[in-house]
C-alpha cells in the first residue's frame, strides 16, 4: 500500500498501543506510534506498576511488625516518602526505555506528539502540525481519571496520577470511591503512615465482587485503622482559610479535616479533541469508542483497542485485543478477543484474587449452586499475632459441578487466582478439585481441601 505513508499508525504509546506496533512492525509492515506524554502508558507510567511498588512499600510497617514475634528486634523505623518517589521514578524511567526499544528494535517509528484524526486515513501530528497517511489507524488513548466536575472543589482533588508524585506524604487523606483504585490506595497511604478515610456511595465497597471478599476485606482495613463511610458521597470540599487543608463535607453531615482528597470515581476514555467527529468514528454516550467484535470502529480503516473502548479496563485485556488485531489484520487469522472469565487482582492489604461467577451472580443464573467456604488464620499471623483472616471460596454448579467462580482473600491472592484462572478456562470440576494432591503447608491447600459444601443455593435462595 505504497499510497500511505504508513500501514499502521497507533495513536497512544500505553499496554495496547505498543504491542500493537511492535509487533505489526516485527512483521514488517511500515509502523508509527505517537504518544503525547510518555511511553508505557496509564499502567507503567501511573498506573499498575508504580502501584505496586508502593503497595511492597506501604506492607513493610506490619513487616516490621510482625519481626517480633519471630525473635527479631527492628530499631524504630522511619520512611522517607522522597526517597520512594525517586526510587520509583528511575523504575519507571527504565521501563519506559524498555517500550521505545521494543518499538525501535522492530523498526516502529517513535513519535513523541499528540496525534488527532483528520479523516479515515490521515492523522495530524499536533508537535510538528505535520499531517501523515496510513492504510489502518489503531486507536488506543486509554483512559483518565473521572473529574467529577459536579462536585464543588473538585479542583482542589487529586485523582490517582497526582497520587504517585505529591510533593510530600500528606498526615490524612479523604479517598472517595469504592472500586479498585480506591480501595487500593487506602491500603497504600495507611501502611505508609497517613491517617485514611474512605468514602463510597453503596452499601459495600468492590460493588462488582463477591460478598465475601467485599465484607471481608472491609473488616480487615477498618481493624486496621482506615476509617470507612458507607452509603455517603462528598458534597463539598474547600481549602480551609488561611493555607494548609481541606475540608470535606458529605452528604450525610460529616465535616472532614484532612490535607488531601483523593477521587478514584473510575475512569473516562480519552477520546475528547481525538478528531473522531472528523473521521466519522461513532462514540457511546460515555464517549467510548463503539467497535464490533474484532476491535473493529464503524470506520472500515480504523480500529480501537483497550480502555478507549470501555470494554474491560485492565492492562491485559488491552494486550490481549492488540494481538488479536494483529492477528485478524496482519497474521490471516481473524481472532475475537476473548473478554470470559477474566482472572483480576485487587492489591488491597490482604489482597483479593477472583475469577468467575461471585455466588450472587451464580445464584441468580444456575438452578442449585454449591458454595465451598474457608476462613482461617494464615499461618505466618499465629507467631506475629497479627488478627487476620483468610477466606478462600468455591462456587460451584451442582448439577455438572463445574467450578464457576473462584475467590481469595489473603496473602498472595493475585498470585494464586492466576493459576485457579487457567483451571476454570480450562472448564475444570469440583471433582478435579477434590482428586488434586495439597501442597503442604500453604494456604492455598484449603482449595483442595473443602470436600463438603458449607451450603447450597437453590433459586437463588440459601438451604
Ligand atoms: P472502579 O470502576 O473500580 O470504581 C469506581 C468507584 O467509584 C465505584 O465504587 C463507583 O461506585 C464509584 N463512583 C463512580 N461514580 C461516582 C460518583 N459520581 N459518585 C460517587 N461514587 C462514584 O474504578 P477505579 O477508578 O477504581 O478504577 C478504574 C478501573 O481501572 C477499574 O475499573 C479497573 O478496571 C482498573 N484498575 C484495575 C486495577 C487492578 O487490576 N488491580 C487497579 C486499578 C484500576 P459504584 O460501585 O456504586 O458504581
Given at each position: 500500500?505504497?499510497?500511505?505513508?504508513?500501514?499502521l499508525?497507533?495513536?497512544?504509546g500505553g499496554?495496547?498501543?505498543?504491542?500493537?506496533?511492535?509487533?505489526?512492525?516485527?512483521?514488517?509492515?511500515?509502523?508509527?506510534?505517537?504518544?503525547?506524554?510518555?511511553?508505557?502508558?496509564t499502567?507503567?507510567?501511573?498506573?499498575?506498576?508504580?502501584?505496586?511498588?508502593?503497595?511492597?512499600?506501604?506492607?513493610?510497617?506490619e513487616?516490621?511488625?510482625?519481626?517480633?514475634?519471630?525473635?527479631?528486634?527492628?530499631?524504630?523505623?522511619?520512611?522517607?516518602?522522597?526517597?520512594?518517589?525517586?526510587?520509583?521514578?528511575?523504575?519507571?524511567?527504565?521501563?519506559?526505555?524498555?517500550?521505545r526499544?521494543?518499538l525501535?528494535?522492530?523498526?516502529?517509528?517513535?513519535?513523541?506528539?499528540?496525534?488527532?484524526?483528520?479523516?479515515?486515513?490521515?492523522?495530524?501530528?499536533?508537535a510538528?502540525g505535520?499531517?501523515?497517511?496510513?492504510?489502518?489507524?489503531?486507536?488506543?488513548?486509554?483512559?483518565?481519571?473521572?473529574?467529577h466536575?459536579?462536585?464543588?472543589?473538585?479542583?482542589?482533588?487529586i485523582?490517582?496520577?497526582?497520587?504517585f508524585?505529591?510533593?510530600?506524604?500528606?498526615?490524612?487523606i479523604?479517598?472517595?470511591?469504592?472500586?479498585?483504585?480506591?480501595?487500593?490506595f487506602?491500603?497504600?497511604?495507611?501502611?505508609?503512615?497517613?491517617?485514611?478515610?474512605?468514602?463510597y456511595?453503596?452499601?459495600?465497597?468492590?460493588?462488582?465482587?463477591?460478598?465475601?471478599?467485599?465484607?471481608?476485606?472491609?473488616?480487615?482495613?477498618?481493624?486496621?485503622?482506615?476509617?470507612?463511610?458507607?452509603?455517603?458521597?462528598?458534597?463539598?470540599v474547600?481549602?480551609?482559610?488561611?493555607?494548609?487543608?481541606?475540608?470535606?463535607?458529605?452528604?450525610?453531615?460529616?465535616?472532614i479535616?484532612?490535607?488531601?482528597?483523593?477521587?478514584?470515581?473510575?475512569r473516562?476514555p480519552?477520546?475528547?479533541?481525538?478528531?473522531?467527529?472528523?473521521?466519522?468514528?461513532?462514540?457511546?454516550?460515555?464517549?467510548?469508542i463503539?467497535?464490533?467484535?474484532?476491535?473493529?470502529?464503524?470506520?472500515?480503516?480504523?480500529?480501537?483497542?483497550?480502555?478507549?473502548?470501555?470494554?474491560?479496563?485492565?492492562?491485559?485485556?488491552a494486550?490481549?485485543?492488540?494481538m488479536?488485531?494483529?492477528?485478524?489484520?496482519?497474521?490471516?487469522?481473524?481472532?475475537?478477543p476473548?473478554?470470559?472469565?477474566?482472572?483480576?487482582?485487587?492489591?488491597?492489604?490482604?489482597e483479593?484474587?477472583?475469577?468467575?461467577?461471585?455466588?450472587?451472580?451464580a445464584?441468580?443464573?444456575?438452578?442449585e449452586?454449591?458454595?465451598?467456604?474457608?476462613?482461617?488464620?494464615?499461618?505466618?499471623a499465629?507467631?506475629?499475632?497479627?488478627?487476620?483472616?483468610?477466606?478462600?471460596?468455591?462456587?460451584?454448579?451442582?448439577?455438572?459441578?463445574?467450578?464457576?467462580?473462584?475467590?481469595?482473600?489473603g496473602?498472595?491472592?493475585g498470585?494464586?487466582?492466576q493459576?485457579?484462572?487457567?483451571?476454570l478456562?480450562?472448564?475444570?470440576?469440583?471433582?478435579?478439585?477434590?482428586?488434586?494432591?495439597?501442597?503442604?503447608p500453604t494456604?492455598s491447600?484449603?482449595?483442595?481441601?473443602?470436600?463438603?459444601p458449607?451450603?447450597r443455593?437453590?433459586?437463588?435462595?440459601?438451604?
Open positions: 500500500m505504497g499510497a500511505y505513508d504508513y500501514d499508525f497507533v495513536i497512544g499496554s495496547g498501543g505498543v504491542r500493537a506496533g511492535r509487533v505489526a512492525a516485527s512483521l514488517g509492515k511500515r509502523v508509527a506510534v505517537a504518544e503525547e506524554h510518555r511511553f508505557g502508558g499502567c507503567v507510567i501511573r498506573g499498575c506498576v508504580p502501584k505496586k511498588l508502593f503497595v511492597y512499600a506501604s506492607q513493610f510497617h513487616h516490621f511488625e510482625d519481626a517480633a514475634g519471630y525473635g527479631w528486634q527492628v530499631g524504630t523505623p522511619t520512611f522517607d516518602w522522597k526517597a520512594l518517589i525517586a526510587a520509583k521514578d528511575k523504575e519507571i524511567a527504565r521501563l519506559e526505555g524498555l517500550y526499544r521494543g525501535d528494535t522492530n523498526g516502529a517509528e517513535i513519535i513523541d506528539s499528540r496525534a488527532e484524526l483528520v479523516d479515515a486515513h490521515t492523522v495530524r501530528l499536533v510538528s505535520k499531517t501523515v497517511t496510513a492504510e489502518r489507524i489503531v486507536i488506543a488513548t486509554g483512559g483518565a481519571p473521572n473529574p466536575a459536579a462536585l464543588p472543589g473538585h479542583e482542589l482533588c485523582s490517582s496520577n497526582e497520587a508524585d505529591l510533593p510530600q506524604l500528606p498526615r490524612a479523604l479517598i472517595a470511591g469504592g472500586g479498585y483504585i480506591a480501595v487500593e487506602a491500603n497504600i497511604f495507611h501502611g505508609l503512615g497517613v491517617q485514611v478515610t474512605l468514602i456511595r453503596g452499601q459495600e465497597i468492590l460493588s462488582r465482587f463477591d460478598h465475601d471478599m467485599r465484607q471481608g476485606l472491609h473488616k480487615a482495613m477498618v481493624d486496621k485503622g482506615i476509617r470507612i463511610l458507607l452509603t455517603d458521597v462528598i458534597e463539598n474547600a481549602q480551609v482559610e488561611g493555607g494548609g487543608g481541606l475540608i470535606a463535607t458529605t452528604k450525610n453531615g460529616e465535616t479535616a484532612v490535607d488531601t482528597v483523593m477521587l478514584a470515581l473510575g473516562d480519552n477520546t475528547r479533541g481525538l478528531g473522531l467527529e472528523a473521521a466519522g468514528v461513532a462514540m457511546d454516550e460515555r464517549g467510548a463503539i467497535v464490533d467484535a474484532y476491535s473493529r470502529t464503524n470506520v472500515p480503516s480504523i480500529w480501537a483497542l483497550g480502555d478507549v473502548t470501555n470494554r474491560v479496563q485492565l492492562t491485559p485485556v494486550i490481549h485485543e492488540a488479536c488485531f494483529i492477528d485478524t489484520e496482519y497474521r490471516g487469522k481473524p481472532t475475537v476473548d473478554h470470559d472469565l477474566i482472572a483480576t487482582a485487587v492489591f488491597s492489604q490482604p483479593i484474587g477472583t475469577v468467575g461467577l461471585s455466588e450472587e451472580d445464584a441468580q443464573r444456575y438452578a449452586v454449591e458454595v465451598y467456604r474457608a476462613e482461617f488464620r494464615p499461618m505466618k499465629t507467631l506475629s499475632g497479627r488478627a487476620e483472616k483468610t477466606i478462600m471460596k468455591l462456587v460451584v454448579d451442582a448439577a455438572s459441578r463445574k467450578v464457576l467462580g473462584a475467590h481469595i482473600l496473602h498472595d491472592a498470585e494464586m487466582v493459576l485457579l484462572g487457567i483451571s478456562k480450562a472448564g475444570v470440576t469440583k471433582d478435579d478439585f477434590d482428586r488434586t494432591m495439597a501442597v503442604h494456604a491447600e484449603e482449595l483442595v481441601t473443602m470436600y463438603q458449607s451450603y443455593l437453590r433459586d437463588g435462595r440459601r438451604v
